[in-house]
């Protein structure tokens, strides 16, 4: 549904140049929710505005729905509508919302149809409509001043919604909401996502966000893009940093001759009780060094890291067994003496 082919941007200014993007093949299929993280000046927002080509790429292609943007948005002076069309198929959701205080609510939402030239009546019925969609049928006559946060991103996702978008771009949409209303807004887009097939290519710098909606992600930095993939298959991924960063877990070994390893529950795999069967058949006493459970596209996901006793070389055969579980086990330190911070050593993926 959107692909970037080797999208690059750099911003001139005073004489100084800014890779922003540097190379960014991205691919989103037709009807997930997909994330990009990355820290701050990672090119992010860059990405996002390349894609409905607020930002003009310095060069590579942006496709949505098959259309060629970036080609549009080359072609002359006939070009600006053309491309006008198109990016009525493309919602955007900003984290400021960007709505217009003097106007009231339905207006707000009425506004892109305006532009579109859609008719005052029919204008109206599809605002309606999509008030009613985001929740918001009782503030069709109030102004955006007297809303809440969430309230004004409702109103935010109806005019993004307006044009009947196939691509809905969110860029930071909760990031100034507080954690309940940020829940109730995800909600929203996930809703939006299956009811209307709607796919959803959000950035955002909060983890959870990946965790609650996202189907697969994307990790943004200097510029490129490091990793990618469906969620569930980067948490599989040995030494994935993107299944670290969505579940984080710490520990380190508390004496010597000691085997550290990170161990990845998922699907079938979570429900089963592996580490008591662990201790029972092999006669060994595990201690839990850290752990992160939690739903991840409603499936349980966790990461759990154990210590077993004895060098890695006596453990081969234990931790044999965990892979045979189907579960994902790294060894993440050795530990010839109690240290301050394990650092990997050896990274090997399940079969
Ligand atoms: N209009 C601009 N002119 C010059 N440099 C820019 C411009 N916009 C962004 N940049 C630079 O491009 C790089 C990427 O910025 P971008 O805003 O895309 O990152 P980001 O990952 O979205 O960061 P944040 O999360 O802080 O918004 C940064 O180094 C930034 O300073």
New binding site residues.
Partial sequence: MITTTDLTKV?R?RGRE?T?LDGVDLHVREGEVYGVV??????????IRCVNLLERPTSGTVTVAGQDLTALAGRGHRAGSALRQARSRVGMVFQHFNLLSSRTVRDNVELPLEILGVSGKERTRKALELLELVGLADKAKAYPAQLSGGQKQRVGIARALAGDPKVLLSD?ATSALDPETTRSILQLLRDLNEQLGLTVLL?T?EMDVVKRICDSAAL?RD?RIVESGKVSELLATPGSELAQELFPVGGVPSGEDRTVVDVTFQGEAATKPVISQLSRTYNIDISILGAAMDTVGGHQVGRMRIELPGRFEENVVPIGFLREQGLQVDVAAIADGPRANPTPLLKEGAK
């Fill in positions: 911003y200014s800014v922003a990355g820290q701050s000046g990672a090119g992010k927002s860059t990405l930071e950035i710098h943004m510029g």
